[in-house]
């Protein structure tokens, strides 16, 4: 008799994510359900803003123009069931929008709503509380900068909702993973205290969370990648042992193999062995990766831990404004020409500043895209983009500096020019600020109903267990007499991501001979200087080593200058970290040389 399964495609990594994903796996994948992730940190601050200015508003609309409205009659037709955190601050609004158009399609569907994340209205006694920020220490906003506080759910109320009869679950804010984990535990009727299976199930949807990042999107070998404009979304079959396999779409191109899978796993995650999420904390050290054939890779071996009796909860608040541009320069001394406009821009903009009685700038920004600056260089080049950008807490501040990069240009040294467009304008500065609330503290609803937490079983006492610590020993260097340099990405394929003002790079070693060299050459020493023109005074830096993949995962903290929306910098996410990285030369024995 064949184990059960359930097969869940994932059709969405974040809001803006392209629209064919739906109807690319409805076409012949036969699916049990479609989970969509839209929400990141800086989405709940874009969000708040439109709900601000709409109290309509508020969620990600693309999943009701772009998924639901081309699709709605396919997805009933196939019996499919549809989870999405797509309802951000809004969710009754955006199911009353899928309403709309269940309606007129005539179908039979219900809709239901989980909310209870959002806990803006209580604003003054969160920040009247005496809370820190989880990570930095710092002290809570104050309540007139506020703009959401959305404590991170987890998968329990999914399942219930689904239990009830829910074809389609739209969700506030939750966890990533939780839109299949609720998947998960309804369909196999996985308790609280099934740690293992839980944590199966979350590692499930943290491979589906990103979309095509785990069939060959944002790919260290991205050359082996055919077409990128037909990459195929990922689908797990997930057994009620918390086992998955993840493929993807036939007649897709892309890529799903150790290597693809292996690069998600470790995308965006701390400690490895203790990766904390509302329903489970989960260790993936010793999880593996087996190919079972072409495109279809099978994930086993994760551990759970009992759930935490807390939710991390973010909030995101007013910090002054900002505002940049780009500027291209070309011929001799580039490089030059570009760092000499920007002083002159500074420079102006402070006189001005000075006529008004205006503070100076927060912060301000330089980076010579083509000069070397992501890699600390500051190379001469005949052919450069100047990205140049500031923060002031008054808005006028940012005005002016905007207005100066326009009003120089004639001034400038030869050879500037861009694309021509509408001019940048001040934005405001959003900062993250992460905190735990106690779970007894928020009031759940599933379609109305407040769920009591007495009555859940995954913070019961009963259901605790003593987590274990897992091992870190690396297997030592051998020793060998010639040794040769060679630059990492030979020898493993490697991704970065962060979390709010922590930069992740997860490493895979290609070999699992490679791996103890690897570990060997990346100390913390070595790591701090890769990227010591990004890091901060106080930024601390930490590895963790994944026997199961033959990977390590380091985290650096206080590398992003804010993170997201907070930041003056090109790459405020650290997505290309990882390709720094992989320029660093790792000394291995020659007898490893062979084929590579």
């Excluded at 797509?86 to 899928?98: E, H, S, T």
Aim: aromatic share 8%; with cysteine; glycine share 10%.
């Amino acid at each position: 008799m064949l184990e059960r399964t359930i097969k869940i495609g994932g059709a969405s990594g974040y809001w803006g994510d392209a629209n064919h994903a739906t109807g690319q796996l409805l076409a012949g994948a036969k699916l049990d359900y479609l989970v969509y992730d839209y929400l990141a940190e800086i989405t709940m601050s874009i969000l708040a803003r439109a709900k601000a200015k709409n109290p309509d508003g508020g969620y990600a609309t693309d999943f009701i123009t772009g998924a639901m409205l081309p699709n709605i009659s396919e997805i009933a037709k196939q019996g499919v069931k549809v989870i999405s955190n797509a309802g951000g601050l809004n969710p009754k609004a955006c199911a009353a929008a899928l309403q709309v158009i269940i309606d007129k399609h005539g179908l039979n569907l219900k809709v239901a709503v989980v909310e209870g994340d959002d806990l803006l209205t209580r604003k003054d006694d969160i920040t009247g509380s005496k809370i820190t920020d989880m990570f930095s220490g710092a002290a809570c906003p104050a309540p007139d900068k506020t703009l959401s506080i959305n404590a991170y759910l987890g998968a329990f109320p999914i399942a219930r909702a689904l239990a009830a009869g829910a074809d389609i679950v739209i969700t506030g804010r939750c966890v990533d993973s939780a839109v299949t984990l609720g998947a998960c535990i309804h369909e196999f009727g996985w308790g609280a205290s099934e740690f293992d299976k839980l944590a199966g199930g979350s590692l499930a949807g943290h491979l589906l969370e990103c979309g095509v990042q785990a069939t060959g999107g944002n790919f260290t070998d991205w050359k082996d990648i055919d077409d990128i404009s037909n990459l195929g979304y990922p689908i797990a079959d997930i057994s009620a042992d918390g086992t998955c396999v993840i493929s993807k779409p036939k007649d897709t191109s892309g890529l799903v193999s150790r290597a693809t899978v292996g690069e998600q796993m470790l995308y965006e995650i701390g400690d490895p062995q203790n990766y904390m999420l509302p329903d489970v904390i989960c260790d993936f050290s010793k999880v593996t990766l087996e190919e079972l054939s072409e495109n279809k890779v099978r994930v086993s071996g994760a551990k759970g831990w009992s759930a935490p009796t807390t939710y991390k909860t973010c909030m995101t608040y007013l910090d002054g404004f900002r505002g940049g541009s780009y500027a291209t320069f070309y011929g001799a001394a580039a490089t030059k020409k570009a760092q000499s406009f920007h002083a002159a821009v500074l420079k102006r903009s402070r006189e001005i500043f000075r006529s008004m009685k205006l503070a100076d700038f927060g912060e301000t920004s330089i980076e010579i895209l083509g000069a070397g600056s992501q890699f600390g260089e500051n190379n001469e080049s005949n052919e450069v983009v100047l990205k140049t950008a500031v923060k002031h807490q008054d808005i006028r501040g940012v005005g002016i500096f905007l207005k100066q990069l326009a009003g120089l240009g004639l001034a400038a040294a030869p050879g500037i020019s861009g694309f021509t467009g509408v001019r940048a304008k001040p934005s405001p500065v959003v900062r993250l600020f992460s905190y735990l609330s106690d779970k007894t503290d928020i009031q759940v609803e599933v379609d109305g109903e407040v769920i009591v937490f007495g009555d859940m079983p995954n913070i019961s006492g009963k259901t605790m267990a003593i987590r274990k610590t897992a091992t870190k020993h690396v297997p030592p260097a051998a020793n060998a007499e010639v040794m040769t340099e060679i630059p990492l990405v030979k020898l493993a394929w490697a991704r970065s991501g962060d979390k709010g003002d922590m930069a992740n790079i997860g490493v895979l070693a290609r070999r699992t001979e490679f791996m103890p060299y690897i570990w060997a050459a990346l100390d913390v020493q070595k790591i701090g200087t890769v990227f010591t023109h990004f890091m901060a005074e106080d930024s601390t830096i930490s590895r963790y080593y994944l026997p199961g993949t033959d990977a390590m995962n380091i985290t650096i903290t206080n590398i992003l200058g804010g993170g997201g929306m907070a930041s003056l910098r090109n790459d405020s996410q650290g997505k290309g970290y990882a390709q720094i990285l992989l320029t660093t030369q790792i000394s291995i024995p020659n007898s490893l040389l062979e084929d590579l």
